[in-house]
């Protein structure tokens, strides 16, 4: 079975996440073993009962150990199974230590806090990996550690260790819950990142909000769908160098995106210099056709703009526009490894036909009769434009003539 892409970053994170672990785990071997060592030794006093030999040995044991896991996980392929492993061994190499070393303190009931301490700390090493099997595993062994050095150390069965297991539990629960909401976040942070490079913010906030679903699949529904091209770009393209086309290019898409989301327009997909943008997906509004108007009229605007910035004024770069309202196909069009939000069908099909119609008109927006009935009545010259009637037309691939109208920039 495939994985997703948030899958594979989770697991190359979860690598990574053994690797500074296992390092972690060495450093702390080595240190305490320099310690031991010295100690043992004379050099230096730093407990209350000196290092032995058996201190020593437990020491070197492991060190090695530490020793053997950074080095798989760094020198071979890295396999989930492992963090079972180590944490396992984490889990029987500290509770050794506690029942063998003569330098941890045992009495007046210190081994309970002992216990619980250093449940707590492997614990919070485990959370590293950001894996909730490891984290339940990791959990599940706390619990079994805990019991088992304070039953077998502790003396006898005292009334606080109750409480301390509820606590225990407790914190357990706590970085659980944790290691769950990183995962989520993680997944949400993949799936905006990728919704925001052709949703506007506040829509990308409506579908986390209505809890909308990127799976495959799709629905019927009315739509205004605006087609932008700029005429004779391949011309321009020739008379310059590539980095300029593309300076141009990247100008000119960012210029008309801010535009786009400006009145809630979602693009569909970038053709070249082309743009697809729909209006009423993912949500549907009773000023979905005016907005799409609107925003035609911004994007001449600010390619007027454009091209006084980027001294084009002799080329006078222009673009046409078309925009048609009817119904589509709306939804994630693709593979359960590759989506596309996107609109299929006749009515969208019909909208390119009609931007193609700008270059025989000589204009630069021609809409629809449907989306001037959607409009009508609902602008005044103030929103900066007009509306006039040009033609009854055929367009290829129809056999019924439709009403095209010209929106004027005043």
Do not use: W
């Amino acid at each position: 079975m495939k994985q997703s892409l948030v899958e594979e970053i989770l697991i190359s994170r979860e690598m990574k996440n053994e690797k500074t672990v296992a390092l972690v785990r060495f450093v702390l071997f080595s240190l305490t073993s320099s310690m031991d060592f010295l100690s043992y030794f004379g050099l230096i006093s730093y407990t209350i009962v000196t290092p032995s030999f058996i201190t020593l040995t437990l020491d070197f044991i492991f060190l090695l150990f530490a020793s053997i896991v950074l080095f798989i996980v760094n020198f071979f392929p890295y396999q989930p199974y492992l963090k079972f492993f180590t944490i396992t061994l984490d889990y029987f190499i500290i509770g050794l230590m506690i029942f063998l070393d003569p330098t941890i303190q045992k009495e007046n009931g210190l081994i309970y806090f002992i216990a619980m301490t250093s449940a707590i700390f492997i614990y919070q090493f485990n959370l590293l990996r950001h894996s909730k099997a490891g984290t339940i595993y990791g959990a599940f062994l706390a619990f079994v550690y805990f019991l088992v050095i304070s039953i077998g150390l502790g003396e006898g069965y005292p009334f606080d260790i109750v409480p301390m297991m509820i606590g225990l539990g407790m914190i357990l629960g706590v970085g659980y819950v944790t290691t769950v909401s990183n995962i989520e976040m993680v997944k949400e942070a993949n799936a905006k990142q990728m919704m925001e490079r052709y949703l506007p913010s506040q829509l990308v906030s409506e579908f986390y909000k209505n809890k909308v679903q990127l799976e495959p699949g799709g629905e019927n529904k009315e739509v205004t769908i605006l087609f932008s091209d700029i005429r004779s770009f391949t011309k321009f393209s020739e008379l310059r160098s590539a980095e300029e086309v593309v300076q141009f290019l990247n100008e000119y898409l960012s210029r008309m995106t801010d535009v786009i989301f400006k009145f809630n327009g979602t693009i569909d997909k970038f053709i070249g210099d082309a743009i697809m943008t729909v209006f009423g997906a993912p949500f549907k509004n009773d000023d979905d056709a005016l907005r799409a108007v609107k925003t035609a009229v911004e994007m001449i605007r600010e390619l007027s703009k454009l091209n006084q910035k980027m001294d084009l004024t002799k080329d006078n770069l222009q673009v046409g526009i078309g925009i048609h309202t009817g119904d589509a196909i709306v939804g994630n069009i693709g593979s359960d490894r590759r989506l596309d939000y996107t609109v299929i069908g006749d009515n969208v099909n019909l909208a390119s036909r009609i931007e193609g119609l700008t270059k025989h008109y000589g204009c630069s927006i021609l809409i629809s009769e449907t989306t001037f009935g959607q409009i009508e009545g609902k602008y005044t010259s103030q929103d900066g434009f007009e509306v006039r009637e040009i033609d009854r037309v055929i367009v290829k691939g129809k056999s019924k003539a439709i009403l095209v109208y010209e929106v004027v920039v005043l």
